[in-house]
Each structure stands twice: as C-alpha cells, then as structure tokens.
C-alpha cells in the first residue's frame, strides 16, 4: 500500500522528483523547496492563510539512501513504487557526460515514468533529463529540448524526437503533460510554468518575486557553444578541422579545406558532416561566431572591426547570421556579458 494517502478534492498535487546516484541533488532539492513554497511563503509574509499547492516527494527506484555524483549522501522519502499515480512526474538533470550511455539501471525507472504518464501524470524534465524522458519513448514525434549540450546526442539516439535546442522549454503531446527544458537553471522558468498554470499566474508571479527569479525569454542560444566538439576518427576531418581553427579568417576557407584533402568536393561534404553534424561552411560560421562572442565578452572592439577581423568584409551579414545562430543581436549580447563582468 502506497505510503501516500489518497488524494481528496484540493489536496496538493502529488509530485514525484525522480533520483537516482546519477542524479544531480541541486536542481532536485531546489525545485523541491520551490514547489513546497507555493501557496505558503508569500501567504506567511503577508500574514494570509497559507494554502498548499504542491506535495513534492524525492523517490527513487527503492527509496533506499544513496551517494550523488559528488559523494554527498541522499535519502530519498521513498521508492517510486510508493506514488503509483502521481500528479506530476520531475526528472532532474543527470550527472553524466553528453556521449556517456545511459545506465542499464533506469531501464526500469524509464518504464515507471512511461507507466505514470499513461495514468495521466504530467511529466517534465530538467536539463540532461531530457536524456532520460527520451529513453520513455514519450518524446517520439514531438518536439523537445535539453542542455544545448546534450541536444545533438538526444538527436542522434532518438531521430524521432525534433530537438529545439534553442528553446528554454517545451510543452508538448496531448494536453501538453510533456514538458522538456533547456540548460540547468531552466528549473525556474519550468516552476514558473507549473505554478502559472496549475495552480494561477498570480501565485507564479509571487513566488518569482519572493525566489527573485525571472525567465530566460530569449532561450537557450545566448548561453550556447554552437559548436560542442562533436567526437569522430574521420582523419581527413580531423586535419581539415586543426587547419580551420587558425585559418576560418581566409576569404575561402571551405574551398581552401577540400583541396587540402584531395577529395572532391561533394566527398568532403558528405564526410565532414558525418563526422562533425555540420556542413564545412556550418563549423566556420560558429568557428567565427564563437571568436567573436569572445571579443564581444572581452574587449570594447566595435561589432564592424570584429566583424572584419573573424572574416567579414560585409558587417551586416555577420550581424544578420549572429542574430541568428546566438538569438540575440551582438550588442545584447555583450551587454548581458560585460554587465556580468562588471558585477
């Protein structure tokens, strides 16, 4: 027998906070102590009657202690088999690398979540979590997001699913009971979503002034590497790639790339973008794009000199394939990035 009791009319929604050692603790426990909040703090400050929303719960496979990827010990409130139907179903980000496998061990954590949500759970993932909603087979033909990342290698393993990996977050499916977010502090904007729409968005507005949190209306490309070093034993590429790294400022790179590697030219297509996921004239735009994101952080350079210095002779249609590849103009962008300097 679930050790939960039987939810009544206005009772909390019942939220289930997935765990396991992969698991990263912060977003888990932030989002814990989020949830618990709403309908409560601003009621204490304010002297109102505090009225609970949410019963959020931190479950794990077999609700027995474990150690996080950084060694801290985590005693869940229980085993998922506890909350058989859930409210809502939260899966935090993952302690594991973008290429690593995903453990045997959430093979069966994967068929719980898929359980819940045909019981009518909604189900949201946090950050890397993506990668293992993915693994539901919930996602297939839908859109979604992660850690941009992690967005390239969900792609790859699951070409069912259109990755946005410009998106903060994602509602998707039927009733929108799917939803996927984008880098780690997306956990706020996903709070701000549930709060808004599960309970009002006035208690979402309140609990944002009382957390102090805000969304990332521009999405995730701001904060992205365009380009994540995507892995590969093509030695053609490989070569092809180191020469790209000094000389992208050369008024023909891609052109310069095929001679250098004695293949014709659609061969050399065909192989850099199996091997890299970008076509060659692709990785020199984010290779000139990321150096000039860099100049943008680091120095006062004005936009047509950066522009001119990564290999544009036509500042505007950098400023256009900017805008964009990085989703916000170059001069936001450094004011987002040198105001964090100056802070």
């Known amino acids: 027998m679930s050790q939960f009791p039987t939810r009544a009319a206005f009772s909390p929604l019942q939220t289930a906070v997935v765990v396991s050692p992969e698991t990263g603790s912060a977003g888990a426990f932030i989002f814990m102590d989020v949830l618990a909040a709403v309908g409560r703090i601003w009621q204490h400050l304010h002297d109102e009657t505090p009225t609970p929303h949410f019963a959020p719960r931190l479950l794990s496979l077999d609700g027995k202690p474990y150690r996080d990827p950084h060694g801290l010990q985590i005693v869940p409130h229980g085993a998922l088999a506890d909350m ?8 935090p980000e993952l302690g594991i690398l973008p290429d690593d496998p995903i453990p045997e061990s959430m093979g069966p954590i994967a068929e719980w979540i898929r359980d819940a949500h045909d019981r009518g759970a909604m189900v949201a993932s946090i950050c890397s979590g993506t990668l293992l909603l993915s693994e539901t087979g ?66 979402a507005r309140r609990i944002a002034k009382v957390f102090l949190l805000d969304w990332h209306v521009e999405g995730q490309l701001p904060f992205a590497a365009l380009n994540a070093g995507r892995k590969h034993d093509d030695q053609i590429v490989s070569d092809a790639q180191l020469w790209a790294a000094d000389q992208y400022r050369e008024p023909n790179p891609v052109a310069c790339m095929v001679a250098q590697s004695g293949l014709t030219e659609r061969s050399f297509h065909r192989r850099f973008k199996k091997a890299t996921g970008q076509s060659p004239l692709e990785y020199v735009q984010t290779l000139r794009i990321e150096e000039a994101k860099q100049a943008l952080e680091t120095t006062d ?40 300097m100056a802070a």
Not at 306 to 333: K, N, Q, W
């Open 301 to 340: 350079t004005s936009f047509d000199e950066i522009a001119e210095d990564v290999g544009y002779s036509e500042p505007s249609a950098f400023r256009h394939l900017f805008r964009r590849l990085v989703g916000v103009t170059p001069s936001a962008y450094r004011r987002r990035y040198q105001r964090n």
């Open 84 to 91: 058989p139907d859930p409210d809502i179903v939260v899966i």
């Open 138 to 203: 919930l996602l297939d033909g839908h859109e979604a997001t992660s850690h941009w990342g992690f967005c390239d290698t969900i792609a790859r393993r699951h070409p069912e699913i259109r990755i946005r990996k410009d998106r903060m977050l994602v509602p998707a499916g039927e009733g929108h009971r799917l939803i996927t977010t984008g880098g780690f502090s997306s956990w706020n904007d996903l709070l701000l979503y549930l709060i808004g729409r599960l309970v009002s968005p006035e208690e």
